[in-house]
């Protein structure tokens, strides 16, 4: 049996399990210095002045840096997913004359010890001159609110559409049945429970920059670290992804701090390390969601949808982040059209700065926000014509035999099946039984209020096609490399320009490799997060990288069987062409005793003895892959939950998925992966919050007061899959790594709703907490 | 992460502790720390100098003398929620102790520490009130003890005064008929609304932590429920109870939802210890 | 001013001068090397720092170096027994117990206590005793069930 398929133990593991894993913080240069970044505790004021006089007296500390000192190299932080018409308002390394959100960094200390560097940090005494903030992402489009940047009026990032809102508009004319929704995604903080760290060494005498750092992509952060922020040429620089303790999206974006350190390392020759706080990483971590939306669906006199209109205003915090702008419109507009067949849509995105951390993606980024908004608009339609969630939803799903089928918003669907994974899971839960408890529970009045909701999601994942990527707005191209050297005795390393960071890619990527050549899976060793060993590469992000970076393997993989083929052609006498490579052999097809084991084929390629005719020696192929979708994992889960009547405190007592993420490499860490997705969709939807004040204060700064999910809240997840394969990559994949952040948030809610349903609530939002569901029942 | 430097000293007794607090302005005393490290560490609490208790091992346990239970400041929250002494004779600390925070947190952090720092989101002051515990305090001079009733004086406030130590908790004995309920915030395990019953027989009481500033006495909504009140009546005696305190009001709960949680887990205690008793 | 502390860490006796400030958490980081227990939050409320001390499991980011003096402590470095992991770290692996890795080690000496005091603990117990431990990556579903298999498995 090969090894896709296999619920291989990860190769990663021992070294975590043991201690010996080690991440950014744990590594240590000779001479290293610590670099601890002051920052703004306003979220909008200008700086009147900065006295570093007392702060420079504290023994151990060896430089201090302000925006001054920095604009030699400080071309900031620039944006790299452009949309036409886009403000992009500078955004400086260390604030300047002004600050615009509550952790805004205006100085850098650096001493010989991280405690020391902190008490300097608190001798700095910056003069601050207070002004308004707007918090609010809606708000901050009101006529009279505090400006953000001189540079983009009225607090207007971009304004941004797609569909055919006349279409909509007659849709909406004619149909049968309406409604409507008003809501809030409610802002989150990605929490990677790894702070954002960097380790900058500066060798004066290559003038080559060494830096290790918290990164889920290090190409991409060395390009816009050089291009933009430094001012060293790229190739004199080397980032390093040691383990990396979770992302989530928060550690894709570039953020002035890991420049900072850099610079730091440039100016002084030494070693230079930052590492955030919690406090300071749930200050400038990029925040997630933070959309207030107003959406419309309309249904003909069957139940069938006939159109859906949505307006967003999507806060993009105080500087628009990395891929902030692609967020609440590639990402999310596209996605209206959920799993169903609706022949008009129209969506407009106006994307607003506010006073507050930047937002940018955070898991899911965009399509839990579009999910949220179809599958509640799915649960209205089910009331307002009658035929409940589950009946409004089948009438809708775009049929099995309609792929590929082309939305209305831009996407072209590869294969589904969403019929099967709903009925599946309407198996597992024992749906009519629910029903059946519910009921009766409604009818005595006793135990807790029992709900059950459904969110049948689609995501767009594996982030590509270039071209298409380029058109929309993207500063890059989203293909992935792949680089596979086999060694003269036949064992292999890999070289993927993924980057993971948990996903266990060691193992998974192994697994790729050992079935396409036959081997075992501990004769593949994969090596990535290191500009300096492989192939540029774009990094892991967007349940890209089974889709994306597995398929560059499989494809450089296939280009060093294809190359072995000839050679092994040319040791057994045979023509190219009838040489088949099967079970880590070469044989001539039809006679399998004619046969050369790969190992043979590999020496050979090394010896170089006898090759072929213009065939090279050695063994080691590199590919770039650029898929020609994305693809689109599905699926459905339901949530099951139980609601306290006298304290409004919410249980999920049962959540049941079925995913569909097309062929699976490795069913346990695919499983891993909706586990931990769900956990925290379930977070957005009952506890997580970012709340600032009116001033812009963040009030959840710490763990103290934002709220995550712990496992004695949570139950074991019920889970299970359909395969509908992948049509158009070499693996059969689509991704997984967001689906669970994408359906559980509208599975959750919708679940709460569900039993709140006889107090004639239309719509609550998330986080759902005690006191906004005991109202909701109270009022 | 990282504190503000500071002066180190470890006690060897209680009158070097005393010795040590009477010669240091601005000093705190160090118990696990679990209440104050954190502050210190977001250096909200910048102490110049720290005294070091926690090798005082008079300080430490639980002993049952003639009808009071006596507990040492220093005992840690696992010592009181496993102390078989507490659980056959005050059974309430210990049950209340087995909800505090985590177990990391509970083998570290110290009876005395908690009180003494009075975070009214603490499980312990409501538990302490319910009990009409007596707490001692020392000063260089002479010793003293507060009832639990008058030890909170207000937000992170004690009548603990400088220069002072507290020494141990006395608790009375209660039959069974005991409990604690909790509605935990959300992000930080702390109380919401705390509420901490006790009906043996000799006491019918009733205190909340969580809701105010200070430990909520509502032992006549306790008299009420014993006396066989419907829902409504015991109600109207919690909101009685709760007259008169600004009630605490946050992200997680308002001061109304507050009043409303006291009046659910109030009657929860309450209907627990019944049926623990 | 420095304070001499003897700490027994890993059945190792280390002798050293501490600043006061120093909290436990970075003497067994920086000090010793000790770079297996990590850093996750700074309000004692994400677990990732915890480790075993006098065999019960404590956070090591809120007590100070000095409060260790004397005391015995056990790291995630010191659990394994030479080649032979320990059946929590084989069940972490064998139940995909972990993904990113950096909450693992204080969930596994989180997890050490626990059944240190209850040898067989059902889901409510391990969830509960696990509350104070935060995990982004796994949903805590595998890790339940490794802490399922580590205590069927002794």
């Given amino acids: 049996m090969g090894a896709l398929g296999q619920s291989v133990r990860r190769v990663e593991d021992h070294a975590l399990i043991t201690g010996r894993g080690l991440y950014t913080d744990d590594l240590v240069r000779p001479g290293v210095l610590h670099a601890v970044v002051v920052r703004s505790p306003f979220a909008h004021a200008t700086i009147a002045s900065i006295d570093l006089d007392a702060a420079r007296d504290v023994p151990g500390v060896v430089a201090i840096y302000t925006a001054d000192d920095l604009c030699d190299a400080d071309k900031g932080v620039p944006t790299a997913w452009l949309l036409p018409e886009l403000k992009t308002p500078a955004h400086p390394l260390l604030a300047r004359d002004r600050v615009r959100y509550v952790g805004d960094g205006v100085a850098v200390v650096v001493a010989t010890d991280r405690y020391i560097a902190r008490d300097a940090a608190e001798q700095v005494f910056v003069d601050y001159e207070p002004l308004d903030a707007v918090v609010d992402p809606k708000g901050a489009t009101a006529e009279g609110a505090p400006q953000v940047h001189d540079d983009a009026p009225g607090n207007l990032a971009f304004d941004w559409q797609l569909g055919d809102e006349d279409k909509v508009r007659s849709a909406f004319a004619s149909a049968t049945h309406r409604a409507e929704i008003t809501l809030r995604n409610n802002r989150l903080i990605p929490h990677a429970i790894e702070p954002r760290a960097a380790l900058a060494e500066f060798d004066p005498s290559t003038e080559e920059l060494t830096i290790w750092m918290t990164t889920q992509n290090p190409h991409v952060h060395r390009l816009l670290m050089t291009l933009a922020s430094i001012g060293l040429p790229e190739h004199k620089v080397r980032i390093v992804a040691p383990e990396v303790g979770g992302g989530f999206g928060s550690k894709i974006h570039h953020y002035p701090d890991e420049a900072i350190a850099a610079w730091c390392s440039m100016k002084l020759g030494k070693p230079v390390k930052w590492v955030a706080t919690r406090s300071e990483t749930n200050q400038t971590d990029a925040h997630g969601r933070d959309h207030v939306s107003h959406a419309e669906i309309a249904l003909d006199a069957d139940g069938k949808i006939v159109g859906l209109r949505c307006t967003t205003w999507a806060g993009m915090g105080s500087y628009l982040s990395t891929f902030a702008p692609a967020v609440p419109t590639y990402l999310y507009g596209t996605l209206l059209s959920g799993q169903y067949d609706i022949p008009a849509i129209h969506v407009r995105t106006y994307g607003t700065f506010t006073h507050t951390t930047p937002v940018d993606a955070y898991r899911g980024a965009g399509r839990p926000e579009a999910t949220f908004v179809v599958e509640r608009l799915l649960d209205l339609a089910g009331k307002v014509t009658g035929l409940g969630p589950v009946e409004v939803r089948r009438r809708n799903f775009v049929p099995p035999d309609a792929f590929p089928y082309a939305t209305q918003v831009a996407l072209e669907y590869d294969s589904g099946n969403y019929e099967g994974a709903l009925q599946k899971a309407l198996e597992i839960a024992g749906h009519d039984e629910l029903r059946a408890e519910q009921a009766r529970r409604r009818e005595n009045g006793e135990g807790k209020l029992l709900g059950i909701g459904f969110s049948c999601f689609i995501e767009a994942c594996g982030l590509a096609p270039s071209q298409v990527a380029g058109a929309l707005g993207a500063q890059a191209g989203l293909w992935e490399s792949a680089k596979v050297r086999v060694h003269p005795s036949g064992t292999v390393t890999v070289f993927s320009g993924s980057s993971g960071h948990g996903q266990g890619h060691k193992t998974t990527f192994a697994q790729v490799v050992a079935d396409r050549l036959g081997i075992d899976v501990g004769q593949v060793d994969v090596i990535q997060g290191d500009t300096e060993k492989v192939p540029f590469g774009m990094g892991t992000y967007g349940s890209r990288s089974a889709a994306v970076g597995g398929s560059a393997l499989a494809t450089a993989v296939d280009k060093v069987i294809a190359k072995g083929r000839r050679i092994a052609a040319h040791m057994l006498e045979a023509n190219e062409d009838d040489i088949v490579f099967e079970d880590g052999s070469f044989h001539v097809e039809g006679v399998p005793a004619k046969s050369k084991a790969w190992g043979d084929v590999v020496l050979a390629a090394y010896l170089a003895h006898d090759l072929p005719d213009a065939v090279e020696p050695g063994l080691e192929e590199t590919a770039f892959y650029d898929p020609a979708n994305f693809t689109y994992p599905f699926g459905t889960h339901i949530a099951v939950v139980e609601i306290d009547r006298d304290t409004g405190e919410v249980e999920v007592a049962r959540y049941i998925s079925v995913d569909d993420v097309g062929n699976v490499i490795n069913p346990m860490i695919v499983e891993g992966q909706v586990h931990g997705g769900i956990a925290q969709g379930i977070g957005q939807a009952l506890w997580e919050q970012a709340v600032y004040d009116d001033q812009g204060q963040l009030l959840t700064s710490t763990m103290l007061d934002y709220a995550l999910p712990r496992a004695h809240r949570l139950p074991s997840f019920e889970t299970d899959r359909t395969v509908t394969p992948c049509p158009h990559n070499p693996l059969g994949v689509k991704g997984v790594g967001e689906a669970g952040t994408i359906a559980s948030p509208a599975a959750v809610t919708n679940a709460v709703l569900d039993a709140l349903e006889p107090f004639g609530i239309d719509h609550l939002d998330m986080p759902l907490t005690p006191e906004k569901v005991w109202r909701a029942m109270n009022r | 992460m990282y504190p503000a430097p500071f002066d180190y000293y470890r006690a060897d007794s209680i009158d070097h502790a005393l010795e040590l607090l009477g010669a240091h302005d601005d000093a705190k005393v160090l118990a696990g720390g679990h209440s104050l490290l954190p502050m210190m560490k977001l250096r909200l609490a910048q102490p110049e100098t720290l005294i070091d208790i926690g090798r005082i091992d008079a300080l430490r346990g639980v002993r049952f003398e003639g009808d009071t239970v006596t507990v040492g400041a220093l005992t840690t929250h696992h010592e009181l929620a496993s102390s078989d002494v507490l659980r056959g004779k005050s059974p309430l600390l210990a049950a209340a102790a087995a909800q505090i925070a985590d177990p990391a947190v509970r083998n570290f952090g110290t009876l005395g520490g908690n009180i003494a720092h009075a975070d009214p989101a603490s499980d312990l002051p409501a538990v302490l009130v319910a009990l009409d515990a007596r707490i001692s305090i020392r000063g260089t001079s002479s010793e003293r003890t507060v009832d639990a009733g008058d030890f909170f004086v207000g937000l992170l406030e004690t009548a603990v005064e400088e220069g002072e130590l507290l020494l141990s908790v006395e608790l009375p004995t209660t039959g069974t008929g005991v409990a604690y309920a909790k509605s935990e915030q959300q992000a930080s395990g702390y109380a919401v609304c705390g509420a901490a019953a006790v009906l043996d027989g000799e006491r019918t009481n009733l205190a909340f932590n969580g809701v105010a500033a200070t430990p909520v006495d509502a032992r006549d909504a306790a008299k009420v429920f014993a006396d066989g009140g419907d829902e409504a009546a015991v109600n109207a005696a919690i909101r009685a109870a709760l007259d008169g305190h600004d009630l605490l009001d946050d992200l997680f709960a308002s001061g109304d939802f507050r009043g409303h949680l006291a009046t659910v887990y109030g009657r929860r205690a309450l209907a627990a210890a019944r049926a623990a008793g | ?154």
């Fill in chain 3, 1 to 154: 001013m420095g304070h001499r502390i003897r700490v027994e860490v890993n059945g190792a006796m280390h002798d050293d001068e501490v600043e006061p400030r120093t909290l436990l958490v970075h003497y067994l980081r920086e000090t010793l090397g000790l770079t297996g227990t990590n850093v996750g939050c700074e309000t004692s409320l994400c677990g990732s720092c915890t480790v075993l001390m006098d065999g019960r499991a404590v956070r090591a980011c809120t007590q100070l170096a000095v409060q260790a003096d004397g005391c015995s402590v056990t790291t995630i470095e010191g659990m394994a027994d030479g080649a032979a992991l320990h059946p929590l770290q084989e069940a972490f692996r064998e139940h995909h117990g972990l993904q990113c890795g950096y909450c693992t080690p204080g969930m596994i000496m989180a997890a050490a206590g626990l059944l240190a005091d209850d040898p067989d603990p059902d889901e409510v117990k391990i969830r509960s005793a696990l509350k104070g431990n935060i995990c982004r990556c796994t949903g805590y579903h595998n890790i339940v069930k490794a802490v399922q298999a580590a205590a069927d498995a002794s």
